[in-house]
């Protein structure tokens, strides 16, 4: 069976330390990949998505970038971090499955820039 | 861009009714997913619907389509105090690059009282 995984689980950083949060998948081969970030009480709004070893897209400008170093593997990170990054990071993962992609969640990073 | 909008955005009902919640959307679709967030984890996908259904169950489940009005419904039939959580539509779209992704809601935020 399938699993995602992220971590860390929650993170304290300091305005302009630099972050990376992990998130792998087990279980199933390219992957489409996806980061989300989601403001407390919100909806989620979709930060990069990869459909390949690496090949990332953006979909809003920001201060964050993705890498996905191998099939199963992708990274969220950031040189600088500012106040307005903190939330919740989620990771997630579809199969291309005839235009219906269901897409499986990871448990997520609460970040929080002091 | 902002394509499900969930209806209302918090509901709060006594333990055993039942519980609906509405999705409207803006664009022609192939399915509607609906997924579950409790505090602070991950999205559970909980079913999708293609768009020449009109109707789909599962357990305690049952979800609408209308294609026509561009909307959806989520009824959880006899609640229970664990159905408390964040409910939230997605509906697939298409990245720059043609890649299919999914956009989400702001969700409705659901509260059983025991």
């Known amino acids: 069976s399938q699993t995602i995984h992220q971590w860390p689980a929650t993170l304290v950083q300091p305005v302009g330390s630099p972050l990376s949060l992990e998130c792998t998948v087990e279980?199933?081969?390219?992957?489409?990949l996806y980061w989300y970030r989601q403001a407390a009480g919100r909806g989620l709004q979709l930060l990069f998505y990869s459909v390949g070893i690496g090949q990332i897209s953006s979909e809003v400008p920001q201060n964050l970038s993705a890498s996905r170093p191998q099939d199963r593997q992708f990274i969220l990170s950031s040189k600088k971090l500012l106040l307005s990054d903190s939330g919740f990071y989620l990771c997630?993962?579809?199969?291309?499955?005839?235009?219906?992609?269901?897409?499986?969640f990871g448990p997520g990073t609460r970040l929080t820039v002091l | 861009s902002q394509q499900g909008e969930e209806d209302p955005q918090a509901l709060s009902i006594q333990e055993g009714e039942n519980a609906t919640m509405n999705c409207s959307y803006k664009t022609s679709i192939n399915n509607l997913q609906w997924y579950r967030q409790n505090s602070g984890r991950g999205l559970v996908h909980l079913i999708l619907?293609?768009?020449?259904?009109r109707e789909k169950h599962s357990g305690r489940l049952r979800v609408t389509l209308d294609t026509s009005k561009k909307s959806s419904s989520l009824l959880i039939t006899a609640s229970r105090a664990a159905d408390t959580a964040s409910y939230f539509c997605a509906t697939p779209s298409y990245t720059l690059q043609g890649a299919q992704k999914l956009v989400f809601g702001q969700g409705t935020r659901l509260t059983i009282n025991p």
């Open positions: 279980g199933t081969s390219n992957p489409n």
């Open positions: 619907i293609r768009s020449n259904e």
């Open positions: 997630a993962w579809s199969a291309e499955a005839g235009g219906h992609n269901e897409q499986f």
